[in-house]
């Protein structure tokens, strides 16, 4: 999770530096900047409301997803290392822009098949329980945000995205869909 956690991970005591420590919003804007990619991102994210601001929600929501997924640093470096190795600088950019953008605010509900369909494995099936009641709309947002992401890359980073999500845990997965829906 270059640019937004600390990574300086593989040259730090694993004891002494937990992998969630965030960076300081000014380092992790240089680090941004030493690419064309990053430079797009800090530019489109300081045309609307702020570096800082999108910034800190990224932080924020990243943090939630790594501590969710594991309590051990061990875990939660190699799963921010996956991550980073799995896909091109600009997939992750982008899933570091539709995290600042955040859930929408409104979204129809799917209907029966919608719910059939998103239940079609382990993790939707346990998803719809845990949401109960809200599952239709809870389903629609996570289609909303993942088709908007999907939107920001080319088919070559959205492939190395998906191989990347289909590779997660099913704890990890989830935690990833309900923190796109805001749970």
């Known amino acids: 999770m270059e640019g937004y956690i600390r990574d ?3 040259t730090a005591n694993p004891d002494s530096v937990n992998p969630v420590d965030l960076l300081d919003w000014q380092d992790s804007r240089n680090q941004l900047l030493e690419t064309t990619e990053g430079r797009a991102l800090v530019d489109e994210w300081q045309s609307m409301a702020g570096f800082k601001t999108h910034l800190e929600r990224v932080q924020t929501q990243a943090r939630g997803i ?6 051990d640093r061990r875990a939660m470096r190699v799963f921010m290392q996956r991550f980073d190795d799995s896909m091109t ?41 845990e949401w109960g009641p809200w599952a239709a ?21 959205a492939l190395d995205f ?22």
């Open 66 to 71: 790594v501590n969710a997924v594991s309590e």
């Open 162 to 183: 998906l191989d990347w999500f289909d590779d997660l845990k099913p704890n990890e997965a989830k935690t990833i869909i309900k923190s796109f829906v805001g749970d």
């Open 89 to 129: 600088e600009a997939a992750r950019y982008a899933v570091y822009a539709e995290i600042a953008d955040g859930p929408p605010s409104f979204v129809n509900p799917v209907d029966e098949d919608g719910l059939k369909k998103f239940g079609a494995n382990q993790v939707g099936r346990e998803l719809i329980d």
């Open 137 to 157: 709309e809870k389903v629609a947002a996570a289609w909303f945000r993942a088709n908007r992401l999907l939107a920001r890359m080319d088919d070559a980073d």
């Open 8 to 10: 300086d991970l593989a």
